[in-house]
């Protein structure tokens, strides 16, 4: 079979926050303090086939944008390997590294923080392809008016700055930027959260546009799992650093596996529930400066045994195609 287009093994992430001088000199009077450790992500597979759309989906603070990041090349796992058409980025040659890291590109969640406001439309657009060489620079212009054209935009707007644009607008400038390097690869993080909902349905269709047009692969990270459904071939659930559940997106909705995905699910609205009082998951995600051992969900499970607070469940093979980590599944 063809490599994964982007394969994620063993990742791991961990943010240290350091002791400053007083608690250096607490520590050397025996204070006995210790640095703070957040465990972002923690031993996470995952293999992204080309020209597929595989939704992340999570509790705020369970790691998908750090995970989103890492594919993207703009943070360093703390372990494991990313691998891009089989082959490992952090040991590719100098030019093979940048041709991966230009294939992979990134949408962020706010359209006005990932843009510079000192910076007019066409310069965002524009100023990838000319500092990698991918466009001559007397064509570069048209380059950039194609391009808005492409993502829904007027280039006769071009010489304005972002604080000009509404809010979808300025995503769309976004997209266009990331689609500036010609990339295999987008990884979408919440790209469509900040949006009103008629903006958000209008960027939706954007992104299944492109993904026709040029045969786009997407990483889309979202909480919200009816965007997810609608635009995914293959979801992954996120839990606390972990990858619970992973599988063809309409057999995960259709019949979830795993406690949290089925908690997920089942507070999802849904028209034949309106009289239905909503309760979310319950208890609070607890800290990643200290994971719960074993599985990191079995605080929250009403399915927990001891062999869950003592065993970090396997994410294995439940059905073709469909992987869980839950100690149920024997």
Known sequence: MTAPLIALEGIKCLFVRRLDLAARIG???????????????????????????????????????????????????????????????????RRERKAA??????????????????????????????????VPARELSRYVDDLMRRVGLDPALKRRYPHQFSGGQRQRIGIARALAVKPEFLVCDEAVAALDVSIQAQIINLFLKLRA????????????????????????????????????????????????????????P????????FTPVKGEIPSPFAPPPGCHFHPRCPHAMDRCRREVPVLKTIAPGRKSACHLNG
Request: charged share 25%; net charge negative.
């Open 101 to 134: 890291s230009l294939a992979v590109q990134m949408i962020f969640q706010d359209p006005f923080a990932s843009l510079n406001p000192r910076k007019r439309v066409d310069s965002t657009i524009g100023e990838a392809p000319r500092v990698h060489g991918l």
């Open 213 to 268: 047009e040029a045969n786009l692969t997407y990483l889309f990270i979202s909480h919200d799992l009816g965007v997810v459904r609608h635009l995914s071939d293959r979801v992954a659930i996120m839990y606390l650093g972990r990858i619970v559940e992973e599988g063809p997106a309409d057999a995960v909705f259709a019949q979830p596996n795993h406690p949290y995905t089925q908690a997920l699910l089942a507070e999802v």
């Open 27 to 93: 520590n050397a009077l025996g204070a006995g303090l210790r640095e703070d450790v957040v465990h972002a992500v923690d031993g996470v597979d995952l293999a992204i086939r080309e020209g597929e759309v595989v939704g992340l989906v999570g509790e705020s603070g369970c790691g998908k944008s750090t995970l989103g990041r890492i594919v993207a090349g703009i943070l360093a796992p703390s372990a494991g390997t990313v691998r891009y058409r089989g082959n490992d980025v952090a040991a590719l040659p």
């Open 270 to 277: 849904r028209l034949d529930r309106r009289k239905r009082d």
